[in-house]
Nanobody, 124 residues
Framework: QMQLVESGGGLVQAGGSLRLSCAAS????????TAWFRQAPGKSREFVGA????????MNTDSVKGRFTSSRDNAKNTMYLQMNDLKPEGRAVYYC?????????????????WGQGNHVTVSS
């Protein structure tokens, strides 16, 4: 069974940057869909971005347009979310997730494995 452990969250000023990491153990993430979601207070979990099975990046351009990038290092069995130009509305708990299916899903219910969540706070 794969386990996902996140790190890298915290407090940042608006306009600043953070990089979240999510280390997988138990199984290799190669050939898995790896994705990031976030959940702001009082809101449902929202798709942020993902890496598909052949390493292509798919981002939620409506909410993180050009500012966030998802990546993955298969050799380190770790996925990353680089967040630039953070805005106060980016305050949320960020989750990494993975699924062994042929395509990316933007629906959180279609993912089974989750990291513990990482708090990101953006001050204005």
């Amino acid at each position: 069974q794969m386990q996902l452990v996140e790190s890298g969250g915290g407090l940042v000023q608006a306009g600043g940057s953070l990089r979240l990491s999510c280390a997988a153990s138990g199984r290799t993430i190669t050939n898995w869909i790896t994705a990031w979601f976030r959940q702001a207070p009082g809101k449902s979990r929202e798709f942020v971005g993902a890496i598909n099975r052949i390493g292509e990046n798919e981002m939620n351009t409506d909410s993180v347009k050009g500012r966030f990038t998802s990546s993955r290092d298969n050799a380190k069995n770790t996925m990353y979310l680089q967040m630039n130009d953070l805005k106060p509305e980016g305050r949320a708990v960020y989750y990494c997730t993975a699924r062994y299916m042929p395509y990316v899903s933007r629906t959180s219910m279609e993912y089974e494995l989750w990291g513990q969540g990482n708090h990101v706070t953006v001050s204005s």
